[in-house]
């Protein structure tokens, strides 16, 4: 199936007081149409410069640069941007973190998803509240009628992420991006948001572009996933081969980290040290300072993503 979203050699820059910090450094992707990928990676690697690098909503101090940047046949690097903007909120949407930060306090819920339904769709006053309320119940709001009249303060955790979620769906979006949709959420609400986003998939044919550092959350909903790592994918494989034969040592390291059993151990496992600063990465592989399987090699050179994962003990890499 041809890709609807295609990255190829997306890199994106920081202006910093030291350098030019390279937050994402060459990164292909590709989401097909009704597909889920993950995006995972722990904090600062890059996930959510990513996917706000082809949604437009980076600064104007950033540098994007790819080979290529599309959604469909649409070319997200022409006209200046002006095409991304015409295209944000309509044929590709985004639902952000934390739903109290992202709706405007001082607005109603309803209105906030009215704002998107007019600027996206032909409909006007009473059609336009009426794709409101359906928008909600679609995304499982009870009694949408009144929750839309609701003000965000006034709704759960839950509730405002459903409500984020209608306001994304507002203009019928081919791509829908999700980062760390989950985060804020019990157990039981997150299960119940990933449900959803799962149903929308498959009744309205939207890609999904995942972004979470959660392999819970991966196993639940994700049809393909990318490791990133210093901004840079490491690993990309479907979830089953992902979980039955991961790759990349960093990826081992975020299965083993995953909460369960620990039987007589008193700590979870952990990945040694911490993430590169992205304006001192080290030579070679920049997951050399924190892997157990460490090489003479990997000081050398950094090991191109050639086969399923970008390392040359476990890689495909030569």
């Not at 993503?305 to 003990?313: H, I």
């Amino acid at each position: 199936m041809t890709a609807l979203l295609t990255i190829e050699d997306l890199h994106v820059r920081f202006a910093a007081p030291d350098g030019a910090v390279h937050a994402v450094r060459g990164v292909d992707l590709e989401v097909r149409p009704s597909e889920t990928v993950a995006l995972v990676g722990e904090s600062g690697s890059g996930k959510s410069a990513t996917a706000l690098a082809f949604m437009g909503l980076l600064p104007r101090s950033a540098e994007v640069t790819a080979n290529a940047l599309r959604l469909g046949d649409e070319d997200l690097l022409r006209d200046g941007g002006r095409r991304t903007r015409r295209l944000r909120g309509g044929r590709m949407a985004m639902v952000f973190q934390d739903p109290l930060t992202s709706l405007n306090p001082h607005l109603t819920v309803g209105d906030q998803i009215l704002e998107a339904v007019k600027l996206h769709t032909d409909l006007s006053g009473g059609a336009a509240r009426a794709r409101v309320v359906a928008l909600l119940d679609e995304v499982g709001v009870p009694q949408p009628a009144r929750r839309a009249l609701a003000w965000p303060h006034q709704l759960s955790g839950g509730l405002r992420q459903r409500a984020l979620i209608a306001m994304a769906l507002a203009g019928d979006p081919a791509l829908l991006i999700a980062d760390e949709p989950t985060t804020a959420l019990d157990v039981t609400v997150q299960a119940q948001i990933l449900d959803l986003f799962q149903r929308l998939c498959a009744d309205r044919g939207t890609a999904l572009l995942l972004i979470t550092h959660d392999l819970g959350v991966v196993a639940a909903a994700a049809h393909h996933v990318a490791v990133m790592y210093a901004g840079r994918v490491v690993e990309r494989a479907g979830v089953s081969e992902l979980f039955s034969d991961t790759r990349h040592p960093y990826t081992r390291g975020l299965l083993a980290s995953i909460p369960g059993d620990l039987g007589s151990r008193d700590r979870l496992p952990q990945i040694a040290g911490a993430p590169p600063d992205p304006l001192d990465l080290p030579s070679g592989c920049p997951f050399r300072p924190r892997c157990p399987e460490e090489v003479d090699r990997c000081a050398e050179e950094e090991p191109p993503l050639d086969g399923p994962a970008a390392c040359w003990v476990k890689g495909e890499a030569s």
